[in-house]
């Protein structure tokens, strides 16, 4: 069973505006979330994250927000630059036992056309 | 550059054969991952390990061996009781072992691993 949601495979954008990359959970004790962005044939580059005591994150053209009470956090890129298509993962952190583990969505592919 | 470096890029693997997967880090983390990717499908974690010397297993642990005995070094081993062992294998470090912190891991570039 899925706990981090990602429910679009994929997203299509015109340069220069925004893109909405949303994730959706539900597990209530994760207390940590993180975007990674993954280009082909490559790792995983972390882009940003936010805690759960949180509801906004801001860096640059990338802004995360969380919505608790929905489960449901989302990642904002604008503007959109052609350069930002990729494979999106929304990641997050529960404790399990005296350990904290790392659950990841499957991925949202983003097309930004010039 | 400090970073992770996994090779090779591409394997091939004969059935029945026990293959090495290399991952190094020069970015002093203690903690080193290997993650499993298959297609729709999200990372799924085999091994981690915490300090040198100690490892755990992940979700996917059987049909897989690992050692940590330098800090830097982290080999992942697809023996032949791996049933499905064509994927892309992805290694990352952390600062601390995510059992501690929030801290981001960082990822190499990836070995995709295919059986002849």
């Known amino acids: 069973d899925q706990q981090v949601k990602q429910n679009s495979p994929s997203l299509s954008v015109q340069e220069g505006r925004i893109s909405i990359l949303n994730c959706d959970y539900t597990?209530?004790?994760?207390?940590?979330f993180l975007w990674y962005k993954k280009y082909p044939a490559e790792g995983p580059t972390f882009l940003i994250s936010i805690s759960s005591i949180k509801d906004k994150n801001e860096d640059g053209r990338f802004t995360v927000f969380l919505n608790k009470s929905a489960k449901h956090l989302s990642l904002h890129i604008v503007p959109s630059q052609p350069g930002d298509s990729a494979v999106y993962f929304c990641?997050?952190?529960?404790?399990?036992?005296?350990?904290?583990?790392?659950?990841w969505g499957l991925g949202t592919s983003l097309a930004v056309n010039p | 550059d400090g970073g992770i470096t996994q090779s090779p890029k591409y394997l091939f693997r004969k059935e029945g054969q026990n293959v090495t997967l290399s991952c190094e880090q020069n970015?002093?983390?203690?903690?080193m991952y290997w993650y499993r990717q298959d297609p729709g499908q999200g990372l799924r974690l085999i091994y981690y390990s915490q300090i040198v010397n100690d490892f755990q297993k992940g979700d996917i642990a059987e049909g897989y061996s690992v050692s940590r005995e330098k800090k830097e070094s982290f080999p992942l081993t697809v023996t032949s009781a791996q049933k499905n062992p064509t994927a892309f294998y992805l290694c990352a470090s952390s600062i601390v072992a995510h059992s501690n912190s929030n801290q981001p891991q960082h990822f190499g570039d990836g070995t995709r691993l295919s059986i002849l």
């Open positions: 597990n209530s004790m994760f207390d940590y």
């Open positions: 970015l002093n983390h203690d903690a």
């Open positions: 990641a997050a952190i529960v404790r399990a036992g005296n350990n904290r583990k790392l659950i």
